[in-house]
């Protein structure tokens, strides 16, 4: 009978006896290597924007301000600047992500830039100025900011610098004012205030608080603060960061 070889995978060998006759032998074939697949690598997901969250800013000023968070515009005090005795505290609710940069204008009262209120009457004289603020994290209720001796400040708005013309009869003329333009984009988080100055932490008997203030429960890490001179320096641009609640 004829034999019937496999045809694979084995490879026929056949070699010659002395004889002459023919033996069959046989032997795996190699079994070529498989290469392995190609590995792709994949860049990491973006990390998910952080979640918004609503806070709730109190403001006490001497006399006005508006407030800023992360270069926005959330609210400012309800009471015009033009009003003489601008005396009250605001809650203004906004809704911003960590980190936080604040950004305030507060405003003293003055009639002109002469820099004094009540002209032309017995009572003319220079005001004086303060704030204090804090926001809370309305999720959590936690306080995570306050005005203190961190606060950094830009006056741009001083007078009188000549302080001897109080009793003058044309203040608008005789008293001498100096007037900073406010800075490009200076509420923007990228902004540079390390040239700015510190603010000076002052107490209530310094400032005088009135109407609004005892409105409102203070953190005990909340200071009256303003800038170098309360009566003299009476618009000034204030900037702060939040980095987390």
Known sequence: MKRVLPFLPLLLLVACSDDGSSAVSTAAASVPTTAAPATTSTAPAPAPAPAPVTFTAEVWADNWFSLYVNGELVGEDSV????????????????????????????????????????????QQMGDGGFIAQITDTSTGKVVATTTTGWR?????????????LSSANPSTDCQHEITPEPADWTSPTFDDSAWTAAIQYTAAEVGPKEGYDTITWSPAAALIWSGDLKIDNTILWRATVTAG
Request: aromatic letters at 8%; proline letters at 5%; a negative charge.
């Open 153 to 165: 400040g830009l006056v741009v708005h001083r007078a009188p610098l000549n302080t001897d013309c």
């Open 80 to 123: 015009p600047i033009t009003t003489e005795r601008s005396f009250n505290a605001e809650t203004i609710t906004f809704t911003a992500t960590y980190p936080l940069t604040i950004a305030m204008v507060t405003k003293d009262f003055k009639q002109d830039d002469s820099g004094l209120e009540y002209i032309g009457t017995a009572r």
